[in-house]
C-alpha cells in the first residue's frame, strides 16, 4: 500500500509540474514573441490559460490537504472542541453534499460541451476542462474521508 501511495504522489506532483510547465511556457513564448521580436503569439495567452486552470484545480485538493489551505476560522476558534468537532462535522457534510449533487450536472454540461474546442489551439474543452471535475470528485471523496475520521475515536487530530 505504501508504494501504490507514493507511486499516486510522483503521479499527482508530476501532473502539476507538467502544466505548470504548460503556463509558464506559455507566458514565456507570449512575452518573447511580443517584446522580443515584435510579433505577437496569440495562442500562448489560451496555453497559459489552459495550464492555469490546471494547475488550480488539480492542485486544489489532489496536493493539498484541508489543513494546508487558508482558512478563516475566527468563529470555528470560538468553540471548544466538542463544538469545535459538530462543527466541522455539518461544514464537511454540507460540503460532500454540495459536491456530490453538482457532479452529475457537470458530467452533463461536460458531455454538452465534448465537441467543442479552445479558439485558436483547437485542443478539446474536454481535455481544458477535465480537472475540474477531478477536482468535485476530489473534493467530496477528501470530505468523505474527514467526515469518517470526524466519526470514529481520534477525532481530535482531525478538527
Same mark, same amino acid.
Given at each position: 500500500? +505504501?508504494?501504490?501511495?507514493?507511486? #499516486? ?7 502539476? @509540474?507538467? +502544466? ?19 510579433? $505577437? @503569439?496569440?495562442? *500562448?495567452?489560451?496555453?497559459?490559460? =489552459?495550464?492555469? @486552470? ?5 492542485? *486544489?485538493? %489532489? ?6 489551505? %487558508? ?6 476558534? #470560538?468553540? $471548544? ?5 459538530? &462543527? +466541522? ?5 454540507? &460540503? ?7 457532479? $452529475? ?14 479558439? &485558436? ?12 471535475? %477531478?477536482?468535485? =470528485? +476530489? ?5 468523505? =474521508?474527514?467526515?469518517?475520521? &470526524? ?9
Amino acid at each position: 500500500m +505504501a508504494s501504490l501511495s507514493t507511486l #499516486w504522489k510522483w503521479f499527482s506532483e508530476s501532473v502539476a @509540474v507538467i +502544466a505548470f510547465a504548460v503556463m509558464f511556457a506559455g507566458f514565456v513564448i507570449g512575452i518573447g514573441g511580443r517584446y522580443v521580436f515584435d510579433a $505577437p @503569439v496569440s495562442w *500562448s495567452n489560451e496555453l497559459c490559460a =489552459i495550464g492555469y @486552470v490546471w494547475v488550480v484545480f488539480w492542485t *486544489s485538493d %489532489i496536493l493539498l490537504k484541508e489543513r494546508q489551505h %487558508i482558512v478563516f476560522d475566527v468563529i470555528y476558534g #470560538w468553540f $471548544p472542541p466538542r463544538g469545535r468537532r459538530v &462543527l +466541522a462535522i455539518f461544514i464537511t457534510l454540507s &460540503l460532500a453534499i454540495v459536491f456530490l449533487a453538482a457532479i $452529475p450536472g457537470t458530467i452533463d454540461y461536460m458531455y454538452f460541451l465534448r465537441t467543442r474546442k479552445t479558439t &485558436l489551439l483547437q485542443w478539446p474543452i474536454l481535455l481544458v476542462f477535465g480537472s475540474f471535475l %477531478i477536482f468535485m =470528485i +476530489a473534493v467530496a471523496v477528501q470530505a468523505l =474521508i474527514r467526515l469518517w475520521h &470526524l466519526l470514529r475515536s481520534g477525532w481530535q487530530n482531525h478538527i
